[in-house]
C-alpha cells in the first residue's frame, strides 16, 4: 500500500470483497494514482476521519455489511463536502433507495460491474488530477 503524501491526490476504495480492492487498486495504481483500499467500511471511514486533506475521490460498493454505501458516501460527505464520489455495485440498484439518497448526497459518477478497468481510470481522470 502506498503512503499518503500531501502533495498527491489519493483515492479511498472501499469493497467488502478484497479480490475486487486488490484488482481495482492495482489498476489505478498503475495508472499513477495513489489508492488506499480497505473491505471494512468502518475501517475506511475511521481511516478517512484522520486523512480528510489527502483525499480527493472516494469509490464505495453499495452493498457491503456493516454499513451499506449509501450510508458511508453520507458519513464521508459529513466530514468533508467537497470530495468526489463513485458508486459501484454488481446488483441492480433499489431504483427507489437510489433517488431517495441521491438529492441528498452528490454522487459524482456510478459504475456497473463488470468494467473495465481503463474506464474506470479515465473517469477517476475527468475528477481528479495526479
Known amino acids: 500500500m502506498s503512503s ?3 502533495n498527491k491526490s489519493s483515492i479511498l476504495l472501499v469493497d467488502d470483497e478484497s479480490d475486487i480492492v486488490e484488482v481495482i487498486r492495482s489498476g489505478l495504481e498503475h495508472d499513477s494514482f ?3 483500499g480497505f473491505t471494512d467500511p468502518e475501517l475506511a471511514l475511521e481511516h478517512f476521519g484522520m486523512n480528510t486533506r ?3 475521490l472516494v469509490i464505495s460498493d453499495i452493498r457491503m455489511p456493516k454499513i451499506n454505501g449509501y450510508e458511508f458516501i453520507k458519513r464521508v460527505k459529513k ?3 467537497e470530495v468526489k464520489v463513485f458508486l459501484m455495485s454488481a ?3 433499489n431504483k427507489i433507495e437510489f433517488k431517495r439518497v441521491l438529492p441528498t448526497v452528490k454522487i459524482d459518477e456510478f459504475i456497473e460491474k463488470p468494467f473495465k478497468l481503463s474506464v ?3 473517469l477517476v481522470r475527468t475528477h481528479i488530477s495526479v
Request: glycine share 0%.
Open 4 to 6: 499518503l503524501k500531501d
Open 34 to 36: 495513489d489508492v488506499f
Open 54 to 56: 489527502h483525499y480527493s
Open 79 to 81: 466530514i468533508k463536502p
Open 91 to 93: 446488483f441492480e440498484i
Open 120 to 122: 474506470l481510470n479515465s
